[in-house]
Structures are given as C-alpha cells and as structure tokens.
C-alpha cells in the first residue's frame, strides 16, 4: 500500500512538471509569435523552432529527473524569463537607451531610487542566477553612478546573492545543489572546500576567475560555519569590487601605452598569488600525512 502510494505521488509530480513546462513552452512560442516578428527573419523562425523543439521533447521524455530533462526545464525557464525582460525593455524603449550611454545614464537617473534598486538586484541576481561575469555588472554601475555607488551597490548585492547561495547549500542539501550546477560541479567544488580548507575558500573570493555562486552553494555543503562564511565574503569580495570599480574603466590605469607593462605585472602577480598558496597547502598536507604515517 505504501509503495503504490509512492509511486501515485510521484507519478502526479512527473504529470505537473509536465504540465508546467507544457504551459510555459506554449508561452514562450506564442511570445515570440506576437512580440518578435520584428526581428531579422533567421533569429525569429530559429528561436521558434528551437521553442517548438523543446516543447516537444519535453512531452515525449517520461523521466522527469533525468539530467536532460533537468536542463530542458532549466532553458524553458531561462528563456521564459528572457523573453519577458526584451518584452519589457524593448516596449519602454530602454534598449534604444542602451545604445547610447549618456540616455541610459539619465533614463535611470530619473528613475532615483529604483534606479539604484534595479541595480542592486542585477548585482544580486549575477551572483545566484544570471549567466553574468560580475565584471560586466560592475562596470555598468560604474559608467552610470561612478565607481563610489558602484562599488558600494555591488558589495551589497554581491554578498546577499552569496548568502543565499550558501543557505540554498546548508537548508536545502546535496540534492537541491546538483541539481542547479549539477553533480560533477557539487562534488568538485566540495571536495576541494572540504579537503584544502578555508584559506582557499577565501583567496577564491579574492578573484574574478573563480564561480562564486558555484563555490558559496559548495560552502553551505561543507561544515563551514555561516559565521566564517559571512566575514569571508565580506573582507574578500569588496576588494575584487573594489578593484574593478576603480580600476576596471582603464581611466587610472591606461589598456594602452605604459599601463600595458602594469596590468600583464598584475596578472602574473594574481597567477603567482594562486600558485604560491595551492603549493603551500600541498606542502602542509604532505607533512601532515607523513605524520600521520609515522604515528602508525
């Protein structure tokens, strides 16, 4: 009785993801039906035969928790959402602003304070979700309300998005995790916290190189405290912030000229930097595991 109990409950989950992403594929194709025939006539049949494919697929798969329907979900939804954010910006006409830097400056400048709140949570949303470099987002800030605001409204929107990563790890456990950046990612990233200890942590958060939505979700995974966590973000990720916000514009130091020596000095001084800790946590757990054989 259980078990066919079991097996009713999942079969009427399998039938409302199905139902849902039928709905939202539906959606979609009649969104770009309606909204984006003014496009150039490849981009508009590509996108609705890829829509119409997905539809499709999404119909006939009938294991709800294989990894490629995971990611048929994860396109529908993305997509969805896409579309509704061009849909919007394209019938305001803020995406006429975006080509011209001085309107986008004042289309948001008039906006006041929602202007800042639309940027704050773009900041928060690059860190959780959107396929976004956070360099992007902080030099966006930057052009529009200067590198203090910048750098101030990225902080702050950067470290939210890394506590919800990381409480996303610690609430919802392994499974919620793999399944958002998949099993090899979650294994990764974990493995890596929990074996080389904290200091990488840290020094990852220093840098733009490494995913940090990725690595905060890792964190939640691992005994980390949320404590150590916090205080982490916070010291570390301002000053990779700081640094694009001030220094990313190539206004003090020039992408040309004498500035070209500086930042090539500074990219190898970050790849010493990185080098210089992996090797001495290898040399610590080299001896610590010698010890620990001479104790057997």
């Known amino acids: 009785m259980a078990e066919w109990s079991k097996k009713l409950s999942s079969d009427k989950k399998v039938l409302i993801t199905k139902t849902v992403m039928a709905l939202i594929g539906v959606t979609n194709m009649v969104l770009t039906v309606v909204w984006l025939s003014h496009l150039s006539a490849w981009i508009f049949y590509c996108s609705l035969c890829i829509f119409a494919a997905v539809f499709v697929a999404s119909l006939m798969l009938n294991n709800a928790a294989s990894p ?3 990611l048929l979900i994860l396109f529908n939804v993305i997509a969805f959402l896409s579309l509704i954010s061009y849909i919007v910006l394209y019938q305001t006409g803020v995406l006429e602003r975006i080509k011209n830097i001085e309107e986008l400056r004042s289309f948001i400048g008039k906006a006041g304070g929602w202007g800042i709140m ?5 900041t928060l949303l690059q860190v959780v979700i959107l396929p976004i470099p956070a360099a992007v987002t902080i030099l966006l800030g930057v052009i529009i309300y200067g590198p203090t605001v910048s750098f101030i409204v990225s902080t702050l929107g950067t470290i939210a998005g890394s506590v919800i990563c990381f409480l996303l790890g610690k609430f919802f456990g392994y ?4 399944w958002i950046i998949g099993e090899d990612k979650a294994d990764k990233y974990t493995k890596l916290i929990s074996e080389k200890g904290k200091i990488p942590f840290i020094v990852m958060m220093l840098f733009p ?5 990725i690595l905060c979700m890792a964190a939640g995974l691992t ?8 205080i982490s973000v916070s010291l570390a990720r301002p000053v990779m912030i700081a640094f694009f916000s001030y220094f990313g514009t190539g206004e003090i130091i020039p992408f040309k000229g004498w500035g070209i020596p500086i930042w090539i000095a500074i990219f190898v001084f970050t790849l010493f930097v990185i080098y210089l800790v992996n090797y001495l946590l290898k040399r610590k757990n080299k001896s610590k595991n010698n010890d620990n054989n001479k104790d057997e």
């Open 118 to 122: 639309v940027f704050f949570m773009l």
């Open 68 to 70: 490629i329907y995971k």
């Open 209 to 213: 190189f490494f995913p940090d939505d």
């Open 223 to 230: 005994k980390m405290t949320f404590k150590f966590f916090i």
């Open 175 to 178: 499974k919620v995790v793999a």
